[in-house]
């Protein structure tokens, strides 16, 4: 099951233990888009998540179906 971009970024904040605060501190940025980016009605600029990926020592990466079929067939 494919999950959408806000909802992999709030588990892996989850998973670090981290408040949506504590990511808005390392960006230097409001609480507020934090929660925004986060949220699953809201599309988000790629850039944002990438910062936000980049805040929780994550990557976000482009796989090719064939490979994503190869490494976790269905």
């Known amino acids: 099951v494919e999950l959408p971009l806000p909802t992999q970024l709030t588990i892996m904040r989850r998973r670090r233990k981290l408040s949506q605060r504590a990511v808005a501190k390392r960006l230097k940025i409001p609480q507020p888009h934090v929660a925004r980016t986060e949220n699953r009605g809201h599309d988000p600029r790629i ?18 179906d064939e490979e994503l079929n190869r490494l976790a067939p269905a």
């Open 47 to 64: 850039s944002s998540v990438l910062r936000e990926a980049k805040a929780l020592r994550c990557h976000v990466i482009l796989i090719a």
